[in-house]
């Protein structure tokens, strides 16, 4: 009997373990990519904000907040914060990251920095762009292209900071 409670308290463990476990990186991306081309935004944003309320510190939720940032909430330079930190933890942790999805996230860091410069050539303040984003509006303008800001999550590291 004291063997079968054993069984029992370690299959319970398991699975209580393995529902906390973080999703990996193409899950991430075929729930955000789904909801994108379905034009779900609502659903979309509900599920970014969990995502990283659940794992704050891990690479493709972090990857995925940064993408919420810029496109939901219009907070360019949050966006560009999250990326440099995984970009300073993948110089101060050789080998930790591939070298495709540093380079990826590097990218999109230089892209942030130009958008964030030609706003601030224009005059438009954080606050403007902050009170004026849309998800919706964005998606329309892109159409069915899917951005780099949603592909990179696929090839993130499923790692932690």
Do not use: C
Not at 70 to 85: C, D, H, R, Y
Not at 96 to 122: N, P
């Amino acid at each position: 009997m004291k063997l079968f409670s054993e069984i029992i308290v370690f299959l319970i463990f398991g699975v209580v373990t393995g529902l906390a476990q973080s999703p990996s990186s193409s899950e991430i991306y075929s729930q955000v990519e789904s909801l994108w081309n379905n034009n779900q935004m609502v659903q979309l944003d509900q599920y970014l904000e969990d995502l990283i309320d659940q794992n704050p510190d891990y690479a493709p939720a972090i990857t995925a907040s940064s993408f919420h940032d810029a496109i939901f909430k219009g907070k360019l330079p949050s966006a560009k914060q999250k990326l440099e930190s995984i970009k300073n933890d993948a110089s101060a942790n050789s080998g930790k990251y591939s070298d495709e999805f540093i380079e990826a996230v590097e990218g999109l860091i230089e892209e942030l920095d130009h958008e964030i410069d030609m706003h601030a050539r224009h005059g438009i303040t954080d606050a403007t762009l902050e009170a004026n984003a849309s998800a919706i509006a964005v998606r329309a303008a892109w159409g069915n292209d899917i951005p780099i800001q949603i592909l990179i999550i696929e090839i993130a590291n499923e790692v932690t900071l």
